[in-house]
Nanobody, 125 residues
Framework: QVQLLESGGGSVQFGGSLTLSCAAA????????MGWYRQAPGKQRELVAD???????NYANPVKGRFTISRDNAKNSVFLQMNNLKPEDTAVYYC???????????????????WGQGTQVTVSS
C-alpha cells in the first residue's frame, strides 16, 4: 500500500558526513509527521529526529547540533543530513512516516504508521 524507500547509508570515518533520503510511494491520502529512528545491535530502536508537515523539527539529544532533518512535501520525502559522525552513531537507520490512507473498497481514511526497511550506517574510529 505505502512504501518508504530509503537511500544514502554507508560507511564513513569518525567526523565524516552522510545524507539519508526517504520517499513515500503508494496510495495514501496525506503524510503527516516523518522522521528517522535507529537501532544499534543489542539496543532498542530510538528516535533520531522527526519533522512535522509544517516543517518543525525535533531532535534527540545525542544528535543535536550535528544532524539536520528536512522534508520536501511535494515529493513526500524526508532527509537526514548527518555531520561529525561518531562511532556511537553506528546503527540501522529506519525512515518512519504517519498519515492517512484508504484501503480499496473502504469509505473512510484510516491512520497508519509506516516504516522503511532500514539502511546501515557504520562509523569507524
Amino acid at each position: 500500500q505505502v512504501q518508504l524507500l530509503e537511500s544514502g547509508g554507508g560507511s564513513v570515518q569518525f567526523g565524516g558526513s552522510l545524507t539519508l533520503s526517504c520517499a513515500a510511494a503508494g496510495r495514501f491520502t496525506i503524510i503527516n509527521n516523518m522522521g528517522w529512528y535507529r537501532q544499534a545491535p543489542g539496543k532498542q530502536r530510538e528516535l533520531v529526529a522527526d519533522i512535522t508537515k509544517s516543517g518543525t523539527p525535533n531532535y534527540a539529544n545525542p544528535v543535536k547540533g550535528r544532524f539536520t532533518i528536512s522534508r520536501d512535501n511535494a515529493k513526500n520525502s524526508v532527509f537526514l543530513q548527518m555531520n561529525n559522525l561518531k562511532p556511537e552513531d553506528t546503527a540501522v537507520y529506519y525512515c518512519n512516516a504517519d498519515g492517512y490512507a484508504r484501503v480499496l473498497g473502504s469509505t473512510q481514511d484510516d491512520w497508519y504508521d509506516w516504516w522503511g526497511q532500514g539502511t546501515q550506517v557504520t562509523v569507524s574510529s
